[in-house]
């Protein structure tokens, strides 16, 4: 693998491991939908579908 895309690799896990330390530091949901915070990228997602509106 060329060592850019070794980079990008990097990068992205480190960007994700950032978006999972946040998500993990949020406040627990009393009552809510379940499963992972639709926000969590900075836009909304469900089931893999994003609106940024």
């Not at 990008?8 to 499963?35: H, M, S, W, Y």
């Not at 992972?36 to 836009?43: F, I, K, N, S, V």
């Amino acid at each position: 693998m060329p060592p850019a895309a070794q980079r990008a690799l990097k990068e992205a896990e480190a960007r994700r491991a950032e978006i999972d330390e946040k998500q993990n530091a949020l406040p627990a949901e009393v009552n809510g939908r379940g499963g992972l915070e639709p926000t969590r990228y900075d836009d909304w997602e469900i089931k893999g579908l994003t609106s940024d509106f």
